[in-house]
T-cell receptor, first 114, second 113 residues
Framework: KAGVTQTPRYLIKTRGQQVTLSCSPI?????VSWYQQTPGQGLQFLFE???????NKGNFPGRFSGRQFSNSRSEMNVSTLELGDSALYLC?????????????FGDGTRLSIL | GQNIDQPTEMTATEGAIVQINCTYQ??????LFWYQQHAGEAPTFLSY????GLEEKGRFSSFLSRSKGYSYLLLKELQMKDSASYLC??????????????FGAGTQVVVTP
């Protein structure tokens, strides 16, 4: 069974640009969560999608947005990039985000802002 | 708000036992997960506790006390490959939050020969 796939693995952008990251969950998983990981802040929750609807949201500005498609694939968009957005962006999927179901993480997209 | 605390770093010798503590103050607690993350890799699921008590999985065990807001991950018979960051994550369910995970900053475990 294929794991969670994130593309691209690495990305370099400049301030002010926008970026779209992609996540394909494990087959059959309908919940997709996004996280930002930095050395100083650790893993910070961005948002979670389930059945094409945003079900949970973290404390990030509106420049961070996402969506989920009918096949459960998800995209995350960051507009007007800032230097502080440099981070590893991780996507995680689970069956339906319920109770003790663990989230399975992809390898992440490492975003660098110049 | 949510507050999850775990030590920054722990060092132990190969073959020894290490206990990583995690304390949390959170409303809407609905379970606690432990993840392992090797440098440059994705976090991988280790264990889940929602009721008080000990869950054992081979060399790894995890304990939860909901009344004390406390959990620990016990790593036995340490191996060099156990050198990694260990993340404590609390699942929160409230009126405006359905099952999102809040992570601690992680504990870097260094295993020495």
């Amino acid at each position: 069974k294929a794991g969670v796939t994130q593309t691209p693995r690495y990305l370099i952008k400049t301030r002010g640009q926008q970026v779209t990251l992609s996540c394909s969950p494990i087959s059959g998983h309908r919940s997709v969560s996004w996280y930002q990981q930095t050395p100083g802040q650790g893993l910070q929750f961005l948002f979670e999608y389930f059945s094409e609807t945003q079900r949970n949201k973290g404390n990030f500005p509106g420049r961070f947005s996402g969506r989920q498609f009918s096949n459960s694939r998800s995209e995350m968009n960051v507009s007007t990039l800032e230097l502080g957005d440099s981070a590893l962006y991780l996507c995680a999927s689970s069956l339906d985000g319920d109770s003790g179901q663990p989230q399975h993480f992809g390898d992440g997209t490492r975003l660098s802002i110049l | 708000g949510q507050n999850i605390d775990q030590p920054t770093e722990m060092t132990a010798t190969e073959g020894a036992i290490v206990q990583i503590n995690c304390t949390y103050q959170t409303s809407g607690f609905n379970g606690l997960f432990w993840y392992q993350q090797h440098a440059g890799e994705a976090p991988t699921f280790l264990s889940y506790n929602v009721l008080d008590g000990l869950e054992e999985k081979g060399r790894f065990s995890s304990f939860l006390s909901r009344s004390k807001g406390y959990s620990y991950l016990l790593l036995k018979e340490l191996q060099m490959k156990d050198s990694a960051s260990y993340l404590c994550a609390v699942r929160v369910v409230t009126t405006d939050s359905w099952g999102k995970l809040q992570f601690g900053a992680g504990t870097q475990v260094v295993v020495t020969p």
